[in-house]
């Protein structure tokens, strides 16, 4: 992190970063998103659990577009998202994604995944963007691997590429999608575990997943889905001991005793 970024990080921790607000989102007859009203502060992590189906996913592609919604707003950093063209992309730049298959180019190597972003959408020069990514990729435990292709690595080490290469834009936010949910067990904890390091650090993310060991440790809050709205949101802590909705109450009962 630079000065000049972990300076506006600091200053302006616990402003709204990410805001929807009455977003709707219909597919076809399926009301997908209903009545979204949530605010992200800067810093902040907020993840969103929730029975399959609950609008979980779709709520986050909306925040980088790549779902549109049919009402309401979403602002980044106070600004609305733009509907298309190169503010677009701009915005995407601004938004980190990690998404459950890692979509890593396969005739890339890994450096080139990670640098293909800063050279093309920022302009960065090559040897610095290689620089950069040297160090993102040994931040994520991968650095050893940066001449091999995607298709030589685990599933594990592959996502931790995606998450280096998401974090290569240096994005306001990151956005995951269920990023270990196409993973081996083992695998699963060496991505939470990068995950958790970027939440200690300040990063401001938005976590789809079912892995509620890390809810409980890493979430300043805790967001549940049901049916395509939000139902309630807490501290972990309130969440797991003292779910205040019946379907809270009930997804939990479901899975916390498996």
Known sequence: MTAQESGSVTATRGEPLVVLSDVQKHFGQLHALKDIDLTVKRGEVVVVIGPSGSGKSTLCRTINRLETIDEGTITLDGQPLPQEG??????????????????????KTILENVTLGPIKVRGEKKEAAEKKARELLDR?????????????????????????????????????????????????????????????QGMTMIVVTHEMGFARTAAHRVVFMADGAIVEENTPEEFFTNPTSDRAKDFLGKILKH
Do not use: C, W
């Open 140 to 200: 994520v435990g991968v650095g050893h691997q940066a001449e091999k292709y995607p298709a030589q690595l685990s599933g594990g080490q592959q996502q931790r590429v995606a998450i280096a290469r998401a974090l290569a834009m240096e994005p306001k936010v990151m956005l995951f999608d269920e990023p270990t949910s196409a993973l081996d067990p083992e695998m699963i904890k060496e991505v939470l575990d990068v995950m958790i390091d970027l939440a200690e």
């Open 86 to 107: 190169k503010a677009l992309a701009a915005l995407r730049a601004e938004v980190g994604m990690v998404f459950q298959s890692f979509n890593l180019f396969a005739h």
